[in-house]
């Protein structure tokens, strides 16, 4: 995982909205937020949470044949994330791609991964969540600044011959909720010079209907998580542990009734980050294991929910493989060569480029003077 250093807290807030650290404690959980500096984007903050979970996993950038961003905030349409992560990494034998599910993206993500490498089609799939959502928020409307923050969070997932991994996945959509939440962006009119829409949303800005939100989503995450349970043939007494998005406290504990567990079951750490949107499972993830609450053989579930409307849950069966120091200490210096090596192809393959413009330019100009040189001395020996 890979967070922005700068914290805002929920005082932080009250300086700029109508707001108190009580009221967003009380009715989300959130205490403060990672925000990205002037430097950090969605694709750097992506890049580093991937380097570490290639760290984690011990593999070369060449080895992953797929990268998937699952993000709600890329800076381009195209290139994608997950193309520029790829340039970064050096992963020369890799497609990428962006995926769009907002908030559930990153349990789509890992489920069209593990679809491929079920399938054989892939060996070695990196799938990040990454965000900057302080991009696109409203920082006047209180109802939704509030809730969000920045950060990155990454996986590897690999062809094994033990069983486990991903035992079942549900995706879902509702379109007819696509108006609760939103980004509109400039796709939506072709006139760039005009920044709100007849509806009133801003063009780059979230709006959302958190109301009607917070009903979906504590109906959701039980009704899916049962559903994903039953496909994998458990019972809610099988999971060790749940990996919601992490967009409110009370939410969770919603579905923790539904569901008829304990709050325990679910690992939480929104209280620190709020909500990172495709980002706040897998980060979630990478805490809940430092923490020591995932482990080897455990069946864990992961649910996610948000725009679109969609919603997402995942079972796994976890299991990671445990690479030797040796190997680790090798493949970590192959693996900083690589990185250097692809920033240098990709400028010198950019610089040449340019170059080449740059002569082609001239060219052209060149073979205009001559012509010029040619009348003048002929209109001259005339
Ligand atoms: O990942 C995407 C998924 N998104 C979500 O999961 C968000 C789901 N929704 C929520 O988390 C909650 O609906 C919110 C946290 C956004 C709002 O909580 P709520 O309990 O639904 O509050 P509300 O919108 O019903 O507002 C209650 C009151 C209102 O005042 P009045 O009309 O009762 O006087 C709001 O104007 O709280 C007021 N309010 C605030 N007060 C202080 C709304 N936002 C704030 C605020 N600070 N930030």
Known sequence: MAVPETVMTNDDLSAIVETTDDWIRQRTGIRERRIASDKETTATLGLKAAQRALEVADILPLELDMIIVATSTPENVFPSTASLIQSWLGANKAGAFDLSAACSGFVYAVDMAAQAIRSGRSQKALIIGAETMSRVLDWSDRGTCILFGDGAGAVVLEASSVEGGVLSAVLRSDGSGGDLLGIPTFGSTDMAEIETLPNGHKLGKMHMNGGEVFKFASRVIGESINQALDIAGLTIKDL??????????????????????????????????????????????????????????????????????????????????????????????????????????????????QLNDLVNRIRPNRGRLQRLRRRIDSETLE
Do not use: C
């Open 240 to 353: 060790a542990l749940i990996v919601p998005h992490q967009a409110n406290l009370r939410i969770i504990a919603a579905a923790a009734r539904s569901l008829k567990v304990e709050e325990s079951l679910f690992y939480v750490n929104l209280d620190r980050y709020g909500n990172t949107s495709a980002a706040s499972i897998p980060i979630a993830l990478v805490e809940a294991i430092q923490a020591g609450r995932v482990k080897e053989n455990d069946h864990i579930a992961f649910v996610g929910f948000g725009g679109g409307l969609t919603w997402a849950s995942m079972v796994v069966k976890w299991g990671a493989p445990k690479p030797d120091d040796r190997s680790k200490m090798l493949n970590r210096q192959r693996r900083e060569a690589i990185y250097a090596f692809a920033f240098w192809r990709q400028r010198l393959i950019r610089l040449s480029r």
